[in-house]
């Protein structure tokens, strides 16, 4: 079982920058492909970026390629997000999820673990 918890959340004004990182526990880290989704208010949660179990390939989805930039660290078991130029649409609850599959999957259904969220609030 792999417990997953998300921090570095906050509000930000448009233009500035936050950092997530979600700290996985309780399972083979490297073994997991990892993702970051978001749910806005009165939205479904969405897909935003996507890491393979080295680290070595990552997918965005379009609207933050060019801002946002995921990372992991496997000796730390942890992943981020590094988010730039954030506008008002990013506002959401961002969270952390993981799968076995190694694939490069959007679904919400493909992932086996998530985290608790964290808000993100950007303000205009």
């Known amino acids: 079982q792999v417990q997953l918890v998300e921090s570095g959340g906050g509000l930000v004004q448009a233009g500035g920058s936050l950092r997530l990182s979600c700290a996985a526990s309780g399972g083979t880290f490297n073994n997991y492909a990892m993702a970051w989704f978001r749910q806005g208010p009165g939205k479904e949660r969405a897909f935003v970026a996507h890491?393979?179990?080295?680290?070595?390939?990552?997918y965005l989805t379009d609207s933050v390629k060019g801002r946002f930039t995921i990372s992991r660290d496997n000796a730390k078991t942890t992943v981020d997000l590094q988010m730039n130029s954030l506008k008002p649409e990013d506002t959401a609850v961002y969270y952390c999820?993981?799968?076995?599959?190694?694939?490069?999957?959007?679904?919400?259904?493909?992932?086996?673990?998530w985290g608790q969220g964290t808000q993100v609030t950007v303000s205009s």
């Open positions: 999820a993981a799968q076995r599959s190694g694939l490069l999957l959007t679904g919400i259904d493909a992932y086996d673990y």
């Open positions: 890491i393979d179990r080295s680290g070595g390939t990552t």
